[in-house]
């Protein structure tokens, strides 16, 4: 039905004396949503500051009904808020709009206090995007002369609010690890803007390294720019379930039509958590976007997952899973009890309760070497740790030390010796090998193999991090895409054993994904004929 026939239909109940009353209320209607289109489009491509000077004139010059007037600040209203208009503002811009508030210069004077009590947008934003994808990319920093340092979240946004600086124009260093500013080298990374909040900026950043960094995993503040600017987040923050602000070392395995996650020391606003922090997430993710975790919590905060009673930090070194004799599938973790990075006191396997939802001691083996994070693989009835040391997939043998063998890997021979440490191995179906992939320091090699034992091809750097150390890095088989020519993958991100003078804030001591395609041209002198 047409809005002309609903109208007639409508007017049929109406009795005469109120017919025109009822025309004028429509017709009013419809302008209203005329004024509430024009409201939007004034700000979509003139600001907020227009829209308040906008709605200033309508009102004190009282050119609309009041039915119109209210329609349009109600809309007025709504904007204010996708802006982040102070909230007094707000319901003062919605209150005006209504017939209560007597005419003439009572009116005149609260609609100029109403444009003052609303105030002017708060933040200038700067988005970086990767030339290439067009995506935005975290961990890049905009300093300003003054040495105040902005860094983008993980949508590659920056909600700057200067007030000193707003309508000037101003010098910012932008760098970042990685990549460096589209039209510019790395020894200029300097831009010109003018700070002008209530306006958005974007910035084009060419990428240098292999692969692409697209988000942090943990912590507090993810999207908080973007948060802070108004802008749609693709993921809501975990952090006031788990109150988790830095996380050290991942491991994950499918576990029961989920994937389980674990990571070593958590910090968080008033607690350290040393005895493993736990979560599970839904395989159906797409890594391309986030992962959305489901903390294990008690008392508003994550628990400690491996709980032992001896003095000391416990940290697991990888998951994997075996039938036991009931023919119920069971998720082990190999682990290590310390003093700090000492050699460890407590070695062996826990096992997962999934009543008490937290680990249990299970089984002792001996130490025989500082810990490691092992991130283990399945291959031919064999569960492969570190990737040197294997087990028979089997719930006895997991349990019996002598049935752990110790393996050669022969490892890349144009790395440096001493340095040459895997950090992750994984089969891969689209290269038909093995794939490797090795950190020192905050730089991340990638190689492959026909066994897993190798000998592996030579390694190919895939990513580095300047100053900082990204250690302990994890590719994920189960978030491989297109056959496996995507691949995803994860290390810690922190200051520590690094040279950084200055630590990254809110994301140091935290997870960072990035994503590799294996049919890049860079990677062609580590792909095994």
């Not at 319901?91 to 609609?111: A, K, Q």
């Not at 206090?113 to 290439?132: I, N």
């Not at 992939?437 to 592996?456: Q, R, S």
């Amino acid at each position: 039905m047409g809005y002309g026939a609903f109208l007639r239909q409508l007017e049929d109940y109406i009795v005469p004396a109120e017919s025109e009353r009822a025309k004028h209320i429509f017709q009013s209607g419809y302008t209203c949503l005329k004024r509430i289109l024009w409201t939007y489009l004034i700000v979509h491509f003139l600001g907020t500051a227009a829209l308040l000077k906008f709605t200033h004139s309508v009102h004190a010059l009282g050119w609309f009904f009041d039915l119109e007037r209210g329609a349009l600040f109600i809309s007025a209203f709504l904007l204010a808020s996708r802006f982040h208009v102070p909230i007094a503002g707000r319901i003062l811009l919605l209150f005006s709009g209504f017939s209560f508030i007597p005419e003439g210069p009572e009116r005149f004077m609260l609609s100029t206090l109403l444009l003052f009590a609303a105030g002017q947008p708060r933040y200038f934003v700067v988005r970086v995007v990767d030339s290439e994808t067009g995506r935005g990319v975290p961990l890049i920093s905009f300093k300003l002369p003054n040495e105040v340092v902005y860094w983008t979240d993980s949508a590659g946004i920056i909600a700057m609010d200067e007030p000193s600086l707003v309508g000037r124009q101003v010098y910012a260093e932008v760098t970042g690890p990685g990549y460096h500013l589209t039209g510019k080298t790395i020894s200029d990374p300097n831009i010109m803007l003018r700070v002008e909040p209530g306006q958005t900026k974007t910035l084009q950043v060419d990428r240098d390294i292999l692969a692409e960094r697209l988000y942090r995993l943990t912590g507090e503040g993810i999207y908080r720019d973007s948060l802070s600017a108004g802008l749609p987040i693709p993921l809501q923050d975990s952090f006031p379930e788990a109150q988790v602000m830095g996380q050290d070392t991942v491991s994950a395995a499918l576990y029961r039509g989920r994937i389980f996650w674990i990571w070593g020391d958590t910090i968080g606003p008033s607690f350290f958590n040393g005895q493993v922090t736990a979560a599970t997430s839904d395989p159906k993710d797409d890594p391309s976007i986030g992962v959305r975790y489901r903390y294990f919590t008690a008392n508003g905060r994550v628990k400690a997952m491996l709980p032992l009673p001896r003095k000391g930090l416990v940290w697991i070194e990888g998951l994997f899973t075996v039938t036991d004799p009931g023919g119920a599938e069971r998720l082990l973790a190999t682990y290590t009890r310390q003093d700090g990075l000492k050699f460890p006191d407590e070695c062996g396997l826990a096992l997962f309760d999934d009543r008490k939802e937290v680990f249990e001691p299970f089984s002792e083996l001996p130490c025989t070497r500082d810990h490691t994070s092992s991130h283990p693989f399945l291959h031919d009835g064999y569960w492969y740790l570190y990737p040197f040391l294997r087990v028979p997939n089997q719930w006895d043998s997991v349990r019996d030390p002598t049935r752990w063998e110790k393996r050669e890997v022969r490892l890349p021979a144009n790395l440096p010796a001493n340095r040459n440490r895997p950090a992750s191995v994984v089969w891969n179906a689209y290269r038909q090998r093995f794939l490797l992939l090795l950190d020192i320091g905050g730089d991340v090699f990638y190689a492959e193999a026909k066994a897993p034992e190798g000998p592996y091809s030579p390694a190919v750097k895939i990513v580095w991090h300047d100053h900082y150390t990204f250690y302990n890095v994890a590719t994920h088989p189960f978030f491989n895409q297109d056959g496996g020519r995507i691949i995803y993958f994860e290390g810690t991100y922190t200051d520590s054993f690094s040279g950084a003078k200055v630590k990254t804030p809110r994301y140091n001591y935290n997870q960072v994904m990035y994503r590799l395609r294996l049919d890049h041209p860079g990677l062609k002198r580590a792909r095994e004929p």
